[in-house]
C-alpha cells in the first residue's frame, strides 16, 4: 500500500516506484458478491428498458436517469467495496487513514476500522465525497475530451454534459470510493497502471466501450440511434459491464502494458 | 561511448527539452586525451594536431564517410525500386479500371443516308440544300457561357421554409422572359451534362454527341485533338466559315478548323481573372453581327468564362457573380437585336458548378446546365401546353447535352456525326404550332438509323457479342414497324405519328442506356494484375519496414543486385511472351509486368531466404498495436462509403486517440520532467489538433451535419476579411514555437537563429502580404490597378519560394549543425561566472563548451522541414496556412512525445504512421476533400501569371498535397529527434573495422520511411480494392473513384518526396555532422 503523503499527484515520486497499490477485492461477504454479480446487470437492464425513451429524446432521458444512475452507483460500491482507507494492510504499518482528508474521517475510522461492513458514516462520506468529485472533477474532464475527440463543440452542450456526467458516474465513483485522493494510486490511474480488479476494469472498459461506440456514429444508416451521444453512451455502459466481469476474474492483478517486451527492447538496443 | 561527452541522462532531460533552467547546461569535453575523446574535428584542427593519431583517425573517418555515402545511395535506389512497383501496380489497375471506350474513325457523309436498305440510297442527294434533312437556318451563333447552372436561368423559388433567394439567383432573366413571351421564338431547357464535368470533356461531348469516359479526367491541363466524327468537322467539311472567340481549349481540340482571320482564342487557366475574357469575346462577336460583315462568317462559336470564374474565384453567391450574370444578360439581349431571321442563337452552360462554384464531378448542381435556343422568326413549338413554361428546377423534362449535336446537324442541314447518341429536340423540330409530327418523326428516323449504324459498327469493330443489342433492335424493329404502317400524307392521324415518334424515342433513349452500362466496362484481369503487384509489393515492404532485424543498409547492396536482375529477366520474358503471342498487350506494357513480377521474386529471394535476421511483423508494444489498427481500420473502412466521406472526422479521432495514449504512457516515465513534458506535449498535441479540425469545407455528400468554414461562406471560394489575420498570426507565433523547441535543448544556434528567426519570419510576413493583396484585389480596397497589384503578388510569391528552395536547399546543404561551440582557456575563470560548467576541468586546461549537442541530428535535419513548411504555406488559402502552422507545431510535439516515451531509439511504427495520419488529416484541412471538385487549380497562379509547364502542374500538387509532403519530410525526425550522438569507438578502431553509426541511423531512417510509406501503401491498396470490387457500386465516380485516385497520387507523390527530399536531406546533415564531430 502506499506510503507517500497526498503531495500533488503528477510529480510526486516514491522512492521504489514499481510497488504498485494492490488490487481491490469485492468484500467478502454474501450480500456484497451476489449484488456484484446483480449490479452490472441492473445497469444494462436499466439501459436496455430506457433505450427506446433515450432514441426518442436523449437530453431528457439522460437527466432523468442520472440521479438513478448515481443512486445504484452508491449503493453498489457502499455494498460491495471498501471504502478509502479501510483496506486492511497486513505488511504495512502507517494506516491509510491519511489518504483520505487526515483528521475527522481518520479518527472515525480508528473506531470502526475492525468490521469491513460495520458502520454507515465509514461508508456514507467516501460516497458522498466521491459522488462530488465525479460531478466536480471527472464529468468536466470527460466533457473536455468528449469534445477533443470530435464531439461538436458549438452545439449539443446538453448532450456532450450529461454523456460526460453518466461516463463519469461509471468510471469514476468506485474510483474515488476505494482510492480516496491518494495521490499514488491515482498517478498508476493517469498510467493507465492498476492492476485489473472490478473498479479499475470497470472503469478502463467504460472508457474504451465509449471509444468504440463512437463507431457507427459515421454509418448512412439513418436510424435515430445514430444520434450523436446513444452510441457512445450504450457502448460505455457495455463497456463497463464487460470491463467489470473481466476485471474480477480472468484478468484480476494483470496490468495494461504499452511499452515493447523487455527482452525485444533489449535486443533491440543490443544491434 | 567515449569518455568526455556527459550523455544525456534522465536527471538534465529538463534542461535538454526546454523547461527553461537557471542555466545552460553545457556539455563538458576535455581534449587532453586527443586520441579517445570525440572532439570536434574543426577543434583540434584549430590546436595542435597530434600527428599520428589525427591521420589515422581521419582515414578512418574517411572510410566511413566514402561507406555512409554509398549506403545512402543505395537506399535512394531502393526506395526507387518501390515507386516502380507502386507505379506499375497502379498503372495496370487503372488501365482496366478507367473506363475506355473505342473511338471508330467512320465519319457520316452528305451523300450516304444512314439507311442500310437499298430503297433509301435512291433519295441520296441534297434536299433544298440541306444534306439528311431540310435545312431551317443558313446560319449559327452558338454561345458557351461557361457553367452556367440552370437555376441561374430560372426565377427563383423557394423550395425549403426559410430559404431566400441568393447572390445569382434572378440575375440573368432574358432567357426565361424570352421563352414565355415568345415561346415560338425560344424555348429554354435544362441540360444535363454528363460527368466529369470538366470544360474539355464537356465540349468533347457537345461536339461528338457520344458519351465521355474517365480517362479523359486528368487531361485538363493538356487537351487533345478530337478524331472521332463531329459537329466542327461536319460543317468545316460543308465548306462553312468558322469563327471561334473565347476559351482557347476548342484550339487544342479542333486545330486548324477555324478562320485564322476572325478567330481570337483566350488562355482559360486564368480562373483569378473574371472580365479579359469575356471582354475580348464581345470586342470580336459584336463587329461581325454587323450587315456588312454578315457573309464572312457561317457559323460562331463564342465560349465565355467570367461566370465560371467568379465561381471559382468567389463561389456562386458573390456580388461578382451577380455582376457577371447581368453582364452576360446584356450580352445576350445585345445579341438578340443584332441577329437576322436566318441565324439559330443557342446559348448554353457546358457545364453547371456545386454550392462553392467548382466542378468536376457529377453532383446534381455540377451537370445542371442550361439550353436557351433563339430565332428571330417564329419557328420553335411545344407538344402539348405543359411544357410551354420552362420547367421550374433543373430535374423536370430536362435534356441530356449530346441532343444538341443531332439538333444543330439537322437545323443547318448536315449529316448527322457519326458516333452521335443523342436525340433531336421536340422543341426545335415541332414547328410553331407544334403539330409538325411528320417532322418529328422524320428527323427521329433519322437520328435512330444513324444510331443503329454506328451500333452496328461498334459492334463489328468491337467484334465481342452484345447481350443487350438484340433487344435494342426489337425496340428499332418495332419503331421501323411502326413508320411502315402509319400513312404518309394524312396530317390527321396524329396519334399514329405520335406513336411512331415515341417508339423512336424510346429507341434512342434505350441505346444511349446500353452504351452508358457497356462503356462502364471493366479490364478485369488488367485490374488484378495491378491488384497483384500492389499485394505483393505491399508484403514485402512490411518484412522490409517491421520484420528484418538486423542492419537495413547491409541488405540493400544484396537486394539491389536481386533487384535488378530480376527485373531484367522479367523484361526479357515480358517481352518475349509478347513476342510469340501469348500475352495480349504491347511490349512495353508486357515487359513492365513481368519486370516487376521478377523484382519480387528477387527481392523476395534475399529477404525470405536468409535465416535468423527475419522476424514476424507482428507488433510487440501497444505502440504498435495502435498503427496497426489506425491503418487497417481506416483500410477496412474504405469499404463504405460513410467512412471515405467522414475520413476527415475519423482521422481526428485517431489522434486524438494516440495523444491520449501518450499521455498515459508520459503518466508513467519514471522521470519527473519526462513525466511532465510527455504529458504536457500530448495534452497540446490533442488540442491543436481538435483547433486544426475547426478548418473545413464540407463535401457535398456531409451535408447537411458539417459546416464549411474554409471559406468566408459555403457558397464562395474567397476568404473573409478576418481570415487574412490568420497569416500574420502565423508569423507571429510559428517562428517563435520552432525557436521555443530548438531553444529546450540549446540548439536555437548556428543556422537556426539565422534561418529560423529571419529567413522563415521573413518568408512568412512576405506571404501574408501577398495573401493581403490577394485581398484587396478581391474587395477592391485599393485603388491601384489589377495588373499592378497582380505582378506585385507574382513577385511576392516567387522571393517566398525562391527563399524556401533556392536559399533554402543551400542553407540546408552548407549550413553547420545548430551547436555552438565554444572554448574557453581556465576552466576555474569561467566555472566562477557560469554555474553550469562542472568543476570537474583544471586550471590551465581547455573546456570546451558545446551547446545543442543534445539534438544535433534533429535540429539539423528539422531545417529541411522548416524550408517545406515555408513553400507549402504559401500555396495555401489564408485557412490553410493556419491550419499548416498548427501542423508544424503538431510534428513538433510528437517528436517530444516519442522522445519522452522512448520511441525515438526504439523504431516504433508509431511515429511514422501519426506522421501520416497527420499528413492526411492536414489534407482535409486545407480546404480539400477527396473529390476532384477540390482541387484548387486557382494555386497555379500565385507565382505564375501563365500556366508554364511544369510549373503549374507542380504547384497544385504542392497545394494539394502540401500536409502529406510535409509530414514525409518530417519522416527521418522520428528516429533522429535527440538521438544521442554515437561515433566509432576509437580505442578499437585499430583492429576490426570500426562499427559505422551513420550506417545504423540510415537503417533507422529508411525503417521510419518505409513504415510511412506502409500506411500509405495499405491505403492506397485498400481504395484500390474496393474501387475495384464496388465498380458497379451507384456511388462509384462519386465516392469511391475519387478516393483511389487521391490515394494513388498521393503514394507517388510521397515516394517521390522521399527520394528526392526526404531521405535524400539525411544525407547532408549526417555529412555536417561528421564533419565537426567525425563518424
Not at chain 2, 422543341?427 to 438509323?449: C, I, M, Q, Y
Not at chain 2, 520484420?547 to 517481352?575: F, H, M, N, Q, Y
Not at chain 2, 543534445?854 to 531545417?863: A, D, E, H, P, W
Not at chain 2, 554515437?982 to 553509426?997: C, E, F, I, V
Amino acid at each position: 500500500m502506499s506510503t507517500t503523503p497526498p503531495s500533488s499527484p503528477s510529480l510526486s515520486q516514491g522512492p521504489a516506484a514499481p510497488k504498485f497499490a494492490p488490487p481491490i477485492h469485492i468484500l467478502p461477504n454474501s450480500i456484497s458478491k451476489t449484488y456484484a454479480l446483480i449490479h452490472p446487470v441492473v445497469l444494462l437492464a436499466l439501459l436496455a428498458f430506457r433505450f427506446n425513451a433515450l432514441v426518442a429524446d436523449p437530453v431528457a432521458e439522460l437527466l432523468g436517469n442520472l440521479p438513478f444512475l448515481a443512486l445504484l452507483q452508491v449503493a453498489f460500491v457502499m455494498t460491495c467495496l471498501p471504502p478509502a482507507g479501510s483496506a486492511k494492510d497486513d505488511d504495512d504499518k502507517s494506516t491509510s487513514a491519511a489518504i483520505l482528508k487526515p483528521g475527522k474521517i481518520g479518527l472515525r475510522r480508528k473506531n470502526t476500522a475492525k468490521s469491513d461492513s460495520g458502520g454507515l458514516s465509514t461508508k456514507l462520506i467516501p460516497a458522498i465525497l466521491s459522488l462530488t468529485l465525479t460531478t466536480l472533477l471527472a464529468t468536466p474532464v470527460l466533457a473536455i475530451l468528449l469534445v477533443l475527440f470530435g464531439a461538436p463543440l458549438t452545439t449539443h452542450h446538453a448532450e456532450t454534459l450529461l454523456c460526460a456526467a453518466h461516463m463519469a458516474l461509471l468510471t469514476s465513483t468506485a474510483l474515488i470510493y476505494v482510492h480516496g485522493v491518494d495521490g499514488s494510486v491515482w498517478k498508476e490511474v493517469w498510467g493507465a497502471q492498476r492492476p485489473a480488479d472490478a473498479v479499475w476494469g470497470a472503469a478502463l472498459g467504460t472508457c474504451v466501450g465509449a471509444w468504440f461506440g463512437a463507431v457507427p456514429i459515421p454509418l448512412d444508416w439513418d436510424r435515430p440511434w445514430q444520434a450523436f451521444p446513444i452510441t457512445i453512451l450504450v457502448g460505455a455502459y457495455i463497456g463497463y459491464s464487460v470491463g467489470f466481469g473481466l476485471g474480477r476474474t480472468v484478468l484480476f492483478g494483470k496490468r495494461l502494458r504499452i511499452e515493447e517486451n523487455g527482452e525485444l527492447a533489449e535486443g533491440k538496443k543490443a544491434d | 561511448m567515449a569518455s568526455g561527452i556527459r550523455p544525456g541522462s534522465g536527471s538534465d532531460r529538463s534542461d535538454l527539452n526546454g523547461l527553461q533552467a537557471t542555466a545552460p547546461p553545457p556539455r563538458l569535453l576535455q581534449p587532453n586525451d586527443t586520441q579517445k575523446a570525440p572532439v570536434p574535428k574543426a577543434l583540434t584542427g584549430r590546436q595542435s594536431r597530434p600527428g599520428k593519431g589525427g591521420n589515422r583517425q581521419e582515414s578512418v573517418d574517411d572510410g566511413l564517410e566514402r561507406e555512409f555515402k554509398l549506403k545512402h545511395l543505395g537506399s535512394l535506389g531502393l526506395l526507387g525500386w518501390i515507386l516502380l512497383l507502386h507505379v506499375v501496380g497502379i498503372f495496370f489497375f487503372t488501365k482496366g479500371f478507367l473506363l475506355t471506350r473505342m473511338v471508330l474513325e467512320n465519319k457520316s457523309s452528305c451523300n450516304v443516308l444512314p439507311f442500310g436498305d437499298a430503297s433509301s440510297h435512291s433519295v441520296v442527294g441534297k434536299k433544298n440544300g440541306g444534306c439528311w434533312h431540310q435545312k431551317s437556318f443558313e446560319k449559327a451563333i452558338v454561345i458557351v457561357v461557361d457553367a452556367l447552372r440552370y437555376d441561374f436561368t430560372v426565377p427563383f423559388v423557394s423550395t425549403a421554409e426559410g430559404e431566400t433567394s441568393q447572390l445569382f439567383h434572378d440575375n440573368i432573366p432574358v432567357f426565361y422572359e424570352t421563352a414565355v413571351n415568345n415561346p415560338e421564338n425560344a424555348f429554354l431547357l435544362p441540360f444535363i451534362a454528363d460527368p466529369p464535368t470538366t470544360t474539355l470533356q464537356r465540349l468533347k461531348g457537345l461536339t461528338t454527341g457520344t458519351l465521355p469516359t474517365f480517362v479523359d479526367a486528368g487531361s485538363n491541363f493538356a487537351g487533345t485533338a478530337i478524331d472521332e466524327d463531329n459537329i466542327v468537322a461536319q460543317l468545316r467539311t460543308a465548306g462553312k466559315n468558322l469563327v471561334h472567340l473565347g476559351d482557347d481549349t476548342w484550339h487544342s481540340l479542333f486545330p486548324n478548323y477555324f478562320d485564322p482571320e476572325m478567330t481570337q482564342p483566350f488562355d482559360s487557366f486564368n480562373v483569378w481573372d473574371l472580365h479579359t475574357v469575356d471582354n475580348g469575346v464581345n470586342d470580336h462577336l459584336f463587329p461581325l453581327l454587323h450587315p456588312e460583315n454578315a457573309t464572312k462568317w457561317d457559323v460562331i462559336f463564342g465560349h465565355y468564362l467570367g461566370v465560371d470564374h467568379a465561381g471559382h474565384r468567389y463561389g456562386p453567391n458573390h456580388p461578382a457573380m451577380g455582376a457577371k450574370l447581368r453582364q452576360m444578360d446584356q450580352v445576350i439581349r445585345d445579341l438578340i437585336a443584332k441577329v437576322d431571321d436566318n441565324t439559330l442563337l443557342v446559348v448554353m452552360g457546358d457545364h453547371g458548378m456545386d454550392s462553392k462554384g467548382d466542378h468536376g464531378g457529377e453532383s446534381n448542381d455540377e451537370v445542371d446546365a442550361a439550353l436557351w435556343m433563339y430565332s428571330k422568326r417564329k419557328f420553335f413549338g411545344r407538344t402539348s401546353p405543359e411544357t410551354v413554361v420552362p420547367p421550374k428546377t433543373a430535374r423536370e423534362r430536362s435534356i441530356p447535352q449530346i441532343d444538341l449535336v443531332p439538333t444543330l446537324s439537322l437545323l443547318l442541314g448536315l449529316p448527322i456525326p457519326f458516333n452521335n447518341l443523342g436525340s433531336p429536340i421536340e422543341e426545335a423540330f415541332a414547328g410553331p404550332g407544334g403539330k409538325d409530327w411528320k417532322n418529328l418523326v422524320a428527323v427521329n428516323r433519322l437520328t435512330s438509323a444513324q444510331i443503329k449504324r454506328y451500333q452496328h459498327e461498334y459492334a463489328i469493330t468491337r467484334g465481342a457479342d452484345d447481350g443487350q443489342e438484340p433487344q435494342s433492335l426489337t425496340f428499332w424493329e418495332t419503331a421501323e414497324d411502326a413508320w411502315q404502317r402509319s400513312p404518309k400524307n394524312g396530317r390527321s392521324n396524329v396519334e399514329a405519328m405520335r406513336s411512331v415518334y415515341q417508339s423512336y424515342r424510346e429507341y434512342q433513349r434505350h441505346t444511349l442506356e446500353i452504351c452508358r452500362a457497356l462503356w462502364a466496362k471493366f479490364d478485369v484481369p488488367s485490374m488484378i494484375q495491378g491488384v497483384g503487384i500492389l499485394f505483393a509489393g505491399l508484403v514485402l515492404l512490411v518484412f522490409y519496414a517491421r520484420g528484418i532485424r538486423s542492419d537495413r543498409t547491409e541488405l540493400t547492396k544484396p537486394l539491389l543486385s536481386a533487384i535488378g536482375v530480376g527485373s531484367g529477366w522479367g523484361a526479357v520474358v515480358g517481352g518475349c511472351l509478347t513476342f510469340i503471342g501469348v500475352a495480349d498487350m504491347p511490349i512495353t506494357e508486357s515487359s513492365a509486368l513481368w519486370a516487376a513480377v521478377g523484382s519480387i521474386l528477387g527481392a523476395s529471394w534475399v529477404i525470405f531466404m536468409k535465416p535468423g535476421q527475419l522476424g514476424l511483423p507482428i507488433p510487440c508494444s501497444l505502440w504498435g498495436w495502435l498503427a496497426v489498427v489506425f491503418t487497417v481500420t481506416q483500410s477496412v473502412g474504405f469499404a463504405s462509403n460513410s467512412y471515405t466521406i467522414w475520413e476527415d472526422e475519423i482521422l481526428l479521432f485517431f489522434l486524438s486517440t494516440f495523444g491520449v495514449v501518450a499521455g498515459v504512457s508520459s503518466m508513467r516515465q519514471k522521470s519527473t520532467a519526462d513525466r511532465v513534458l510527455g504529458v504536457y506535449h500530448s495534452i497540446l498535441f490533442v488540442i491543436l489538433g481538435r483547433i486544426a479540425s475547426f478548418s473545413r469545407l464540407c463535401r457535398e455528400e456531409q451535408m447537411p451535419f458539417c459546416r464549411s468554414t474554409y471559406y468566408a461562406s459555403a457558397t464562395s471560394s474567397t476568404s473573409a476579411p478576418w481570415q487574412l489575420v490568420i497569416p500574420f498570426i502565423v508569423t507571429l507565433i510559428l517562428p517563435a514555437v520552432v525557436k521555443s523547441f530548438y531553444a529546450g535543448s540549446k540548439s536555437y544556434e548556428g543556422a537556426a537563429t539565422l534561418w529560423v528567426g529571419y529567413g522563415f519570419r521573413l518568408g512568412l510576413f512576405l506571404t501574408s502580404i501577398f495573401w493581403m493583396l490577394e485581398g484587396a484585389d478581391d474587395g477592391e480596397w485599393f485603388s491601384l490597378s489589377k495588373e499592378t497589384l497582380k505582378s506585385i503578388r507574382v513577385f511576392l510569391a516567387q522571393l517566398v519560394l525562391g527563399l524556401a528552395f533556392a536559399a533554402g536547399t543551400a542553407a540546408f546543404i552548407y549550413s553547420k549543425p545548430c551547436v555552438s561551440i565554444s572554448v574557453t582557456q581556465g576552466g576555474a575563470d569561467s566555472e566562477s561566472k557560469n554555474k553550469s560548467t562542472p568543476s570537474s576541468s583544471q586550471p590551465g586546461r581547455t573546456t570546451v563548451t558545446i551547446l545543442g549537442f543534445g539534438n544535433i541530428y534533429g535540429t539539423r535535419f528539422f531545417l529541411l522541414v522548416v524550408n517545406f513548411c515555408l513553400a507549402v504555406i504559401l500555396m495555401q488559402k489564408p485557412m490553410g496556412q493556419g491550419a499548416m502552422g498548427l501542423l508544424l507545431w503538431q510534428i513538433l510535439s510528437l517528436l517530444e512525445i516519442l522522445d519522452t516515451n522512448a520511441l525515438v531509439m526504439g523504431n516504433s511504427a508509431i511515429g511514422p504512421i501519426v506522421l501520416a495520419l497527420l499528413g492526411s488529416f492536414y489534407y482535409f484541412k486545407t480546404g480539400h476533400q477527396a473529390v476532384l471538385s477540390s482541387i484548387q487549380w486557382e494555386t497555379a497562379f500565385i507565382p505564375l501569371s501563365a500556366v508554364k509547364y511544369p510549373w503549374s502542374p507542380i504547384l497544385v500538387v504542392l497545394n494539394t498535397f502540401g500536409p502529406q509532403i510535409l509530414t514525409a519530410v518530417a519522416v527521418p525526425l522520428t528516429v533522429l529527434w535527440k538521438r544521442p550522438l554515437q561515433l566509432h569507438d576509437q580505442s578499437k578502431s585499430t583492429s576490426s573495422k570500426p562499427k559505422n553509426h551513420a550506417a545504423k541511423i540510415l537503417s533507422d531512417v529508411m525503417q521510419a520511411a518505409c513504415t510511412y510509406i506502409l500506411y500509405f501503401a495499405t491505403i492506397n491498396l485498400a481504395t484500390t480494392m474496393w474501387a475495384g470490387h464496388l465498380r458497379r457500386h451507384l456511388m462509384l465516380y462519386r465516392i469511391f473513384s475519387p478516393r483511389f485516385m487521391m490515394g494513388a497520387a498521393v503514394l507517388g507523390v510521397v515516394d517521390i518526396v522521399f527520394i528526392v527530399f526526404s531521405v535524400a536531406g539525411v544525407r547532408w546533415s549526417m555529412l555536417s555532422v561528421g564533419e565537426i564531430f567525425g563518424w
